[in-house]
């Protein structure tokens, strides 16, 4: 199984228009690939907290045509990173805190979500992902945001996906509902800020050594907001070893998986069967 992940840099002055026809063009680039990975919030910026408003699009929105077209040109599954997703029915009013949701357990409209897109080799949206973990503490995304609650794992014809996005990573029990869940290959675009990269480096290893599984962690390059980006987009085996790692540029990381090698490493070092504490695991969505 062959993974691209396309570390896209963002730089401020670029329009959200115009990063995705480059971001489109870089993915029908990979025809030859099976999976394609892009970056946390790349239409964006990840920290560009003043543009989320309007920059805040539907799922089916123009990042999803875009990148739907070039999936279908390359053939490819494509996690499309993520996007401000703004539930239908335009601006939120204000008796919506970010973290209500309605009566019915549909979002509340107008509502912005950190959404991540994966997309089927035909160009369909096959899966969506709202952040469970919003960062900031008591600003930035945690006040603009609403917070996904549900798990994602989405089968492939080799491997079977679990979503996560950035600061997902420091939250070691997610993982584990999403091994439950049967995910073998972790995969997490992320917009990580430069002074914090040792950690990012170190949580990804981390993530595939305590669930033995592979993990797939695309960074952006570039500048957001004035924060500067980490880059080191990075592969993980089961057993903890980095297969390829990124720069602090855009590029390109393409790596060869053997999604064998998941199975293998759980039943020659069975880890996972020694647990002795449960978890209760939310909604899984496959």
Request: charged fraction near 25%.
């Amino acid at each position: 199984m062959r993974a691209s992940l396309i570390q896209i840099a963002v730089d401020p002055y670029e329009s959200a228009d115009s990063r995705r026809r480059r971001a489109a063009a870089m993915v029908r680039a990979q025809r030859g690939a099976d999976l394609v990975v892009l970056p946390e919030l790349w239409p964006v910026g990840a920290f560009a907290y003043e543009s989320f408003a309007d920059e805040a699009e539907a799922a089916d929105g123009p990042t999803f045509r875009g990148m739907s077209e070039a999936a279908r040109y390359a053939g490819v599954w494509l996690h499309a990173g993520s996007i401000v997703e703004r539930a239908e029915g335009g601006h939120a009013s204000e008796e919506h805190a970010p973290d209500e949701h309605a009566s019915d357990g549909h979002a509340p409209d107008g509502i912005l979500y950190n959404t991540s897109l994966v997309l089927s080799p035909a160009g369909e949206l096959v899966r969506t992902y709202r952040k469970i973990h919003r960062f900031g503490f008591d600003k930035g995304e945690a006040t603009l945001m609403g917070a996904g609650d549900e798990l994602v794992t989405v089968r492939l014809p080799e491997t079977t996906l679990g979503l996560a996005t950035c600061y997902d990573l420091r939250f070691p029990e997610l993982f584990r509902g999403l091994v439950d869940a049967g995910a073998e290959t972790l995969v997490v675009p992320a917009g990580w800020p430069a002074r914090r990269r040792a950690h990012w480096t170190l949580l990804a290893r981390a993530r595939a050594v305590e669930n033995q599984a592979y993990v797939l962690a695309c960074a952006s390059a570039g500048t957001h907001a004035g924060v500067e980006q980490s880059g080191h987009s990075i592969v993980v085996d089961p057993w903890g070893e980095v297969l390829a790692e990124a720069g602090t540029d855009e590029e390109v990381l393409t790596v060869d998986l053997d999604p064998a090698s998941v199975a293998t490493t759980r039943e020659r070092f069975p880890a996972l069967k020694d647990r002795r504490l449960g978890l209760e695991t939310p909604t899984v969505i496959r």
